[in-house]
């Protein structure tokens, strides 16, 4: 064998070593960003092929390494080294939980097994096998979660039984469960501020919903001295609502509103609804149950149990006289006459609609209204949830956690208030809509096409029919613009001509990095 030739292996070599590392831990990060769940990341793997693109120099560098000989080695070491540029940003964004820690080692054994058969009993020179192996790398990761299920398995039970014997030590524990299509977040920040007026409050921060989550966070931070727990509960399926209830025993329940959310695994509305209500069955006897009545598909449900309804129409609870300028402020009114002016730091009236919600719970829990309405100007939205930041440069709206057609249309209606600025929006589009996807954006677009003075979206998909939308309502094409990334996006907002305006831009939704 000649110099170069050893050369040329040793580089394929080092190549489908970096390649693997480096793909095994961006394909963890898509399955981590996919809850660990095998059906989600089988329907992400085969319906964003794009995003499989990670293997497709492994590919290359496998034909490579087989059809050109020596110089296919080079070439292929060369192409697999270029891959890794596939997994930028992945070492950082990935969590090293446990879980992930246990994967990786599984996932380089499995990987050494698949190399060494392929050269030991297909008669693959070791280089070339490991460069086609890295091909397999997807698959390999989740063949590994299959085979670290018993160890997940057990450390899941037993920190599941762990948070549930730390719960059980304060039985004065007041859990209130918050659950809904959207709105749960925020209903969870404003719940506990006010609760906070009384109580010891313990709160999940951000959008900590998940089962393990909580579990999490109640073997880290629960206390005796505790005397409320507000839980958020997130669900992509039906029964994940009732697997928190089972672990937190919720006293009281609030359900924010039941929609078109992550029906690409929920499929149908009534799933959602039935999920969402799993929270309301699971209450305590005794407990209250708070629901949106401006929410139809709630109203429909003909809950059996005792239940409050708040909202800005006719429910037990309500808002009435309701200004924006642009925050909101209006008079709540309660089931027994009782009412009182409140004024707050808040955009949106999908946030009196929350608020409202809050005061009702909290006034069952004993804070006094008058309490409430001193302390409602210090209330804050939740991050990246209609926050307003005045800046030299323009007034920016940052809506990026919203993900759903209500609340995209009610932050549109929020910059429409900003008469004398030039109105801008920038986002990516809405996600996991299942068939209705399209539909939603195409509103979306056509909405925007009638408020805004520049729109810039982020990606191909699915901005393309809001883009469409915009042009159906007349929008004018040299201030559509249509960019690859966030930073692109601010680069045309840098220049976007505001015709010596002050600039408000709105930035709706977040592009998910799995898309």
Not at 11 to 29: M, R
Not at 101 to 112: G, H, N
Not at 433 to 445: P, S
Not at 498 to 510: T, Y
């Given at each position: 064998?000649?110099?170069?030739?050893?050369?040329?292996?040793a580089?394929?070599?080092?190549?489908?070593?970096?390649?693997?590392?480096?793909?095994?831990?961006?394909?963890?990060?898509m399955?981590?960003?996919?809850?660990?769940?095998?059906?989600?990341?089988?329907?992400?793997?085969?319906?964003?092929?794009r995003n499989?693109?990670?293997?497709?120099?492994?590919?290359?560098?496998?034909?490579?390494?087989?059809?050109?000989?020596?110089?296919?080695?080079?070439?292929?070491?060369?192409?697999?080294?270029?891959?890794?540029?596939?997994?930028r940003?992945?070492?950082?964004?990935?969590?090293?939980t446990?879980?992930?820690?246990?994967?990786?080692?599984?996932?380089?054994?499995?990987?050494?097994v698949?190399?060494?058969?392929?050269v030991?009993g297909?008669?693959?020179?070791?280089?070339?096998?490991?460069?086609?192996?890295?091909?397999?790398?997807?698959?390999?990761?989740?063949?590994s979660?299959?085979?670290?299920w018993?160890?997940e398995?057990?450390?899941?039970?037993?920190?599941?039984?762990?948070?549930?014997?730390?719960?059980?030590?304060?039985?004065?524990?007041?859990v209130?469960?918050?659950?809904?299509?959207?709105?749960?977040?925020?209903?969870?920040y404003f719940?506990?501020?006010?609760?906070g007026?009384?109580?010891?409050?313990?709160?999940?921060?951000g959008?900590?919903?998940?089962?393990?989550g909580?579990?999490?966070?109640?073997?880290?931070?629960?206390?005796?001295?505790?005397?409320?727990?507000?839980?958020?509960?997130?669900a992509?399926?039906?029964?994940?609502?009732?697997?928190?209830?089972?672990?937190v025993?919720?006293?009281?329940?609030?359900?924010t509103?039941?929609?078109?959310?992550?029906?690409?695994?929920?499929?149908?509305?009534?799933?959602?609804?039935?999920?969402?209500?799993?929270?309301?069955?699971?209450?305590?006897?005794?407990?209250?149950?708070?629901?949106?009545?401006?929410?139809?598909?709630?109203?429909?449900?003909?809950?059996?149990?005792?239940?409050?309804?708040?909202?800005?129409?006719?429910?037990?609870?309500?808002?009435?006289?309701?200004?924006?300028?642009?925050?909101v402020s209006?008079?709540?009114?309660?089931?027994?006459?009782?009412?009182?002016?409140?004024?707050?730091?808040?955009?949106?009236?999908?946030n009196?609609l929350?608020?409202?919600?809050?005061?009702?719970?909290?006034?069952?829990?004993?804070?006094?209204?008058?309490?409430?309405a001193?302390?409602?100007?210090?209330?804050?939205?939740?991050?990246k949830r209609?926050?307003?930041?005045?800046?030299?440069?323009g007034?920016?709206?940052?809506?990026?956690?919203?993900?759903?057609?209500?609340?995209?249309?009610?932050a549109?209606?929020?910059?429409?208030?900003?008469?004398?600025c030039?109105?801008?929006?920038?986002?990516?589009?809405m996600?996991?809509?299942?068939?209705?996807?399209?539909?939603?954006?195409?509103?979306?677009?056509e909405?925007?096409?009638?408020?805004?003075?520049?729109?810039i979206?982020?990606?191909?998909?699915?901005?393309?029919?809001?883009?469409?939308?915009?042009?159906?309502?007349?929008?004018?094409?040299?201030?559509?613009?249509?960019?690859?990334?966030?930073?692109?996006?601010?680069?045309?907002?840098?220049?976007?001509?505001?015709?010596?305006?002050?600039?408000?831009?709105?930035?709706?939704?977040?592009?998910p990095?799995?898309?």
């Open positions: 064998m000649s110099w170069f030739e050893i050369v040329s292996l580089f394929l070599a080092v190549g489908a070593l970096v390649f693997t590392a480096a793909a095994t831990i961006w394909h963890l990060y399955f981590q960003l996919n809850h660990y769940i095998h059906a989600d990341h089988w329907r992400w793997m085969f319906h964003n092929l499989l693109r990670s293997v497709i120099p492994a590919l290359i560098a496998g034909a490579l390494a087989v059809r050109l000989g020596r110089y296919g080695a080079l070439a292929a070491g060369a192409a697999l080294l270029l891959g890794v540029l596939t997994a940003g992945a070492f950082r964004k990935l969590k090293y446990r879980r992930v820690k246990y994967l990786i080692a599984t996932s380089v054994v499995v990987e050494a698949v190399v060494w058969i392929m030991d297909c008669y693959w020179n070791w280089p070339e096998a490991a460069a086609l192996g890295c091909a397999l790398i997807p698959w390999i990761v989740m063949l979660d299959w085979l670290d018993p160890i398995h057990g450390y899941r039970a037993y920190y599941i039984r762990d948070a549930k014997k730390l719960l059980a030590r304060n039985p004065d524990l007041i209130v469960g918050v659950t809904g299509s959207y709105g749960k977040t925020s209903m969870k719940l506990s501020s006010l609760l007026l009384k109580y010891n409050v313990l709160m999940p921060p959008s900590c919903n998940t089962p393990m909580i579990v999490k966070f109640v073997r880290e931070n629960i206390t005796l001295a505790h005397e409320v727990f507000v839980c958020e509960m997130g992509r399926r039906v029964g994940e609502i009732k697997e928190i209830c089972d672990l025993d919720p006293r009281h329940a609030v359900i509103a039941v929609g078109e959310q992550h029906l690409e695994t929920f499929k149908t509305l009534e799933n959602v609804r039935r999920t969402k209500f799993e929270l309301a069955e699971a209450a305590q006897p005794g407990g209250m149950v708070f629901l949106n009545g401006d929410n139809a598909a709630i109203r429909e449900y003909g809950l059996k149990r005792e239940h409050l309804y708040y909202g800005i129409g006719e429910n037990d609870w309500r808002a009435e006289e309701v200004e924006e300028t642009p925050f209006f008079t709540v009114r309660g089931p027994a006459g009782e009412s009182a002016r409140i004024a707050t730091k808040l955009l949106g009236r999908h009196v929350n608020l409202v919600g809050a005061i009702a719970v909290a006034h069952h829990l004993g804070v006094p209204l008058d309490a409430i001193a302390h409602a100007p210090k209330i804050q939205a939740p991050s209609l926050t307003l930041a005045e800046l030299p440069e007034t920016y709206i940052d809506d990026a956690f919203n993900s759903n057609p209500e609340g995209c249309l009610e549109l209606h929020i910059l429409s208030l900003f008469k004398d030039c109105r801008i929006l920038i986002t990516p589009g996600f996991e809509l299942g068939a209705k996807q399209y539909e939603y954006n195409r509103d979306f677009g909405a925007a096409g009638k408020v805004c003075d520049g729109i979206l982020i990606g191909e998909e699915p901005s393309r029919p809001i883009a469409e939308g915009a042009r159906a309502a007349g929008f004018p094409e040299d201030k559509l613009f249509v960019v690859r990334d966030l930073a692109a996006a601010k680069e045309i907002l840098a220049k976007f001509d505001a015709g010596g305006r002050r600039k408000a831009v709105l930035f709706e939704n977040n592009l990095d799995n898309h």
